[in-house]
C-alpha cells in the first residue's frame, strides 16, 4: 500500500524566514505534485515534478524531486503573511493520486 | 481550456436522505475522473475514479456510489446518507500535466 507522509504537519514560521516541507512516499512513482488549499476552498495546483531531479520555482516557493529517494521537498523562501496556507502533496501512480495529509503553514506578522 | 464545475457548492441533507453531486469538464475529451473527500481538518480520501463513460473503480467501502453516464459527467450518489459523510467533495479531473480540482461541494448531514 501507497504511503504519503508529510512533515511537519503543522508549521508556525516567522516572516522573512525560510523552510522546508518534506513528502516521502514509499513506491515508485517519477510524478509529483504539490497543491496549496485556503480555508474552506479548493486545490490550487502549485507545481508538476515529472522526473528525478526536477526543480521548479515560483515566487518563494520552489519544490523539488528526488525519485530515487522517494523524496520531494517544498522549499519556503522569506515567508510572507499571504503563504499561510494548508500545502498538500500527491503521488501520481497512473490511475489514481494519493495525497499526504498536509501541512498547515501559519506565517506570523 | 478545460474548466471542471461541481455543483451544488454547499449542501445540508437530513440523515438518511439521498444524495446526487455532479461534476462536469469542459474543454476536453475522455478525461480520467476523481472524486475526492474530505473530513473536517483533514487529508483527501479518493472515494471514485473513473477511465471513461461507465467504467466506475472505488476506493473505499462505503454506502457512496459513482457514475459516469457522460464523457465529461461524474456523479456521486447515496440513497441513504451517514452523519460521517458529511465533508468537503472535490471532484477532479487529470491531464499529463496534472489534476486539476474542481470548486468542491460541502456537504453536512445533520
Known amino acids: 500500500e501507497l504511503k504519503v507522509e508529510q512533515n511537519p504537519l503543522f508549521l508556525s514560521m516567522q516572516e522573512g524566514k525560510n523552510y522546508t516541507i518534506y513528502c516521502n512516499y514509499s513506491?515508485?512513482?517519477?510524478?509529483l505534485y504539490w497543491y496549496r488549499q485556503d480555508p474552506g476552498k479548493s486545490l490550487e495546483s502549485l507545481f508538476v515534478?515529472?522526473?528525478?531531479?526536477a526543480v521548479k520555482q515560483e515566487g518563494r516557493l520552489m519544490a523539488s524531486l528526488d525519485t530515487k529517494a522517494r523524496l520531494s521537498t517544498l522549499h519556503i523562501t522569506a515567508a510572507v503573511h499571504d503563504l499561510s496556507a494548508t500545502y498538500f502533496c500527491?503521488?501520481?501512480?497512473?490511475?489514481?493520486?494519493?495525497f499526504g495529509k498536509g501541512t498547515r503553514l501559519h506565517i506570523l506578522p | 481550456s478545460q474548466t471542471i464545475h461541481q455543483w451544488p457548492a454547499t449542501l445540508v441533507q437530513p440523515v438518511g436522505s439521498p444524495l446526487s453531486l455532479e461534476c462536469t469538464v469542459e474543454?476536453?475529451?475522455?478525461?480520467?475522473l476523481y472524486w475526492y473527500r474530505q473530513a473536517a481538518g483533514r487529508g483527501l480520501q479518493l472515494l471514485f475514479y473513473?477511465?471513461?463513460?461507465?467504467?466506475i473503480s472505488s476506493e473505499v467501502p462505503q454506502n457512496l456510489s459513482a457514475s459516469r453516464p457522460q464523457d465529461r459527467q461524474f456523479i456521486l450518489s447515496s440513497k441513504k446518507l451517514l452523519l460521517s459523510d458529511s465533508g468537503f467533495y472535490l471532484c477532479?479531473?487529470?491531464?499529463?500535466?496534472?489534476?486539476?480540482f474542481g470548486p468542491g461541494t460541502r456537504l453536512t448531514v445533520l
Open positions: 477532479a479531473w487529470s491531464a499529463d500535466r496534472g489534476r486539476f
Open positions: 513506491t515508485t512513482s517519477d510524478r
Open positions: 515534478l515529472l522526473s528525478n531531479g
Open positions: 500527491a503521488v501520481d501512480l497512473a490511475d489514481k493520486i494519493i
Open positions: 474543454g476536453t475529451s475522455n478525461p480520467n
Open positions: 473513473s477511465v471513461g463513460i461507465g467504467q
